[in-house]
C-alpha cells in the first residue's frame, strides 16, 4: 500500500510512512489535523484526474487542429506543466498554508516518490516536484501521442464520419485519464471515460438545505465557498440531473439493504424533484399517504445525513456515469442520536463491502463510531473461524464485517498521530477516546459524595 508522509502542514507538524489503506477513520480534538490528513489522501486519490484533465486541455487546440485540417502535422513541443498543476491543486485544497518548509511525500507500491511543497508556489515550480525522473516518462509520452496517437486520431473524421470528431475527443481524454492512474498505480477500471474520481463530502454540506441561487451569479473568482464545499456542491447538483423520484428505484436490487439502512437512518425515502431541483424525504409516518419535506426544512440531522448518503446511493445505482473511486466524509456523526451514529457507520461498512469506495476516510469526534467498528471487525476476526459465522451472522449481517487488514484507526493529537488499533488484537483500542465522560462522571460522583457526607453531618 503506498505510504505517506507529511511536515508542517496546517496543525500536522510531522507524520511519517503512514501506511494508506482502503478504510480509515481519524479521531481527535477540534484543529488536531484530521480534516488535513484527510484532504492530502484525498489529493492521491483525485489528482491525476486534475492532470488529466489539464493536459487534454493543453493537446486540445493540437488534435482540433489535425482534426480539421487532414495534412496537418501540427505537434505540441511546449513544456509539461504537471507540477505546476500539482501546486495548484494543492493549493486550492489549503489555501490558507503559508509555510514554507512544509513537505508531502506519497511513496507508491513501487517504492516511487511524489512530493511536493506548498511553499513552491510562491517561486516557480520544478517539474522534479513531481518525482525524480518523470522528465523521461514525460518525454516517451509526448513522443508517443504526438507520433502515434494524434495521426490514429485524425482518421477518426473518416473512419466515422460525423461522429468521429466526438469519439477522437473522447479517446484522447481517455489516453491521458489511463495514463495518470497508471503513473499514480492506481486501478485502471473497466470504464475509464465515464469513472469519476473520490468524492469529498465536507462538515459544510448543510448547505443543501440552503437556497444558494444567489451564488450563480456571481463570477467564478467570487464565489464564497472553499474549493472542497464547492466541488461538492457542484457534484450534488449533477447528480440531481441525474436521478428523479425515490432513489431506491434506481438501486441495484443486490444492494437494497444499502437503501434500507439509509431509510432507518432518515426515518424515510431519499428523493429528487427534477421539476424543483430539490432533495426531499418521504417521510414514514401513513403507509397510504405520501408526507415529503424538503431538504430545507428537515432537521439537522436528516440535512447532515442526506449530504452523505445521496452519493452512497448514487454511487451503488445502475447508473454507470456516477461511480467514485473513493469517498471521504467529515463527521459522519454530525447532529445523529448515538442509535443513528451506530446505523451510520453499519450504512457506510455495508457500502464500503460492496467494493465501489477505495478508499473510504472518515474523520470523527464520536467514540460511538468506533466503538461499533470495533463491533464489525471483532465480527469479521471470530465470524470466520471457530463454528461462529452462523451465531455472528445473527448478531450482525456478514455484509457489515469489516476485514481488518484493510482498516485502519488513528488519533490526531499536539501535530502527529498514534495508530490505535492493537498491534495483535487490530481492534480499535477505544477505552481512552472517552475520557471526557469518565471525567463527567467521576466530577458528579464526587458532587454526589459531598452531599452524602453533609447530610451525615446533619443527622449525626
Given amino acids: 500500500m503506498p505510504k505517506l508522509t507529511i511536515r508542517n502542514l496546517g496543525p500536522i507538524k510531522e507524520i511519517k510512512d503512514l501506511e494508506i489503506k482502503d478504510f480509515m477513520v481519524f479521531i481527535g480534538p477540534s484543529a488536531s489535523g484530521k480534516s488535513t490528513l484527510a484532504k492530502v489522501i484525498y489529493f492521491y486519490y483525485s489528482a491525476w484526474d486534475e492532470l488529466a484533465k489539464r493536459t487534454y486541455q493543453t493537446f486540445s487546440d493540437t488534435l482540433e487542429t489535425r482534426l480539421s485540417n487532414a495534412d496537418s502535422r501540427n505537434e505540441l513541443k511546449v513544456?509539461?506543466?504537471?507540477?505546476?498543476?500539482?501546486?495548484?491543486?494543492?493549493?486550492?485544497?489549503?489555501?490558507?498554508?503559508?509555510?514554507?518548509?512544509?513537505?508531502?511525500?506519497?511513496?507508491?507500491?513501487?517504492?516511487?516518490?511524489?512530493?511536493?511543497?506548498?511553499?513552491?508556489i510562491h517561486s516557480k515550480p520544478k517539474i522534479s516536484l513531481f518525482f525524480d525522473g518523470f522528465e523521461k516518462i514525460w518525454e516517451r509520452e509526448l513522443e508517443y501521442v504526438n507520433n502515434v496517437l494524434l495521426p490514429q486520431l485524425q482518421g477518426y473524421p473518416r473512419l466515422y464520419g460525423g461522429e468521429g470528431k466526438s469519439l477522437a475527443r473522447q479517446e484522447l481524454l481517455k489516453h491521458f485519464r489511463e495514463f495518470f492512474l497508471d503513473l499514480f498505480e492506481l486501478e485502471i477500471p473497466q470504464e475509464s471515460l465515464s469513472f469519476k474520481h473520490s468524492i469529498y463530502v465536507p462538515a459544510t454540506r448543510n448547505l443543501l438545505g440552503q437556497d444558494l441561487s444567489w451564488q450563480k451569479q456571481l463570477p467564478a473568482d467570487k464565489q464564497p465557498f472553499d474549493f472542497l464545499t464547492q466541488s461538492y456542491l457542484n457534484e450534488i447538483e449533477y447528480l440531481k440531473s441525474r436521478f428523479s423520484g425515490s432513489l431506491v428505484s434506481y438501486t441495484l436490487e443486490s444492494e437494497k439493504n444499502i437503501s434500507r439502512k439509509a431509510e432507518k437512518i432518515l426515518k424515510g425515502t431519499l428523493e429528487v424533484d427534477a421539476y424543483k431541483s430539490e432533495i426531499?424525504?418521504?417521510?414514514?409516518q401513513d403507509p397510504d399517504y405520501s408526507h415529503l419535506i424538503s431538504i430545507e426544512n428537515m432537521s439537522s440531522g436528516q440535512q447532515y445525513a442526506s449530504g452523505i448518503i445521496y452519493p452512497l446511493i448514487a454511487d451503488i445505482s445502475e447508473d454507470q456515469q456516477v461511480k467514485y473511486r473513493g469517498i471521504f466524509i467529515e463527521e459522519p456523526e454530525a447532529h445523529l442520536f448515538p442509535e443513528d451514529q451506530k446505523n451510520m457507520v453499519e450504512l457506510l461498512a455495508a457500502a464500503f463491502n460492496t467494493g465501489n469506495f477505495k478508499p473510504m476516510v472518515i474523520t470523527t469526534h464520536s467514540p460511538y463510531l468506533l466503538l461499533e467498528i470495533n463491533n464489525l471487525i471483532?465480527?469479521?476476526?471470530?465470524?470466520?473461524?471457530?463454528?461462529?459465522?452462523?451465531?455472528?451472522?445473527?448478531?450482525?449481517?456478514?455484509?457489515?464485517?469489516?476485514?481488518?487488514?484493510?482498516?485502519g484507526a488513528y488519533l490526531l493529537k499536539d501535530g502527529g498521530i498514534e495508530d490505535i488499533m492493537g498491534e495483535k488484537s487490530r481492534l480499535i483500542v477505544a477505552e481512552d477516546m472517552d475520557e471526557t465522560s469518565e471525567d463527567i462522571m467521576d466530577l458528579f460522583e464526587e458532587m454526589n459524595a459531598l452531599v452524602r457526607e453533609s447530610k451525615r453531618k446533619d443527622n449525626g
Fill in 280 to 284: 426531499q424525504i418521504d417521510i414514514f
Fill in 378 to 407: 471483532y465480527a469479521r476476526q471470530k465470524g470466520i473461524s471457530n463454528g461462529l459465522k452462523k451465531a455472528f451472522q445473527g448478531l450482525i449481517p456478514e455484509e457489515l464485517w469489516l476485514d481488518p487488514s484493510r482498516c
Fill in 79 to 120: 513544456t509539461s506543466r504537471i507540477a505546476q498543476t500539482l501546486i495548484f491543486y494543492l493549493r486550492r485544497l489549503f489555501p490558507g498554508v503559508t509555510i514554507f518548509d512544509n513537505s508531502i511525500e506519497i511513496t507508491l507500491n513501487s517504492g516511487r516518490k511524489i512530493f511536493s511543497s506548498l511553499g513552491s
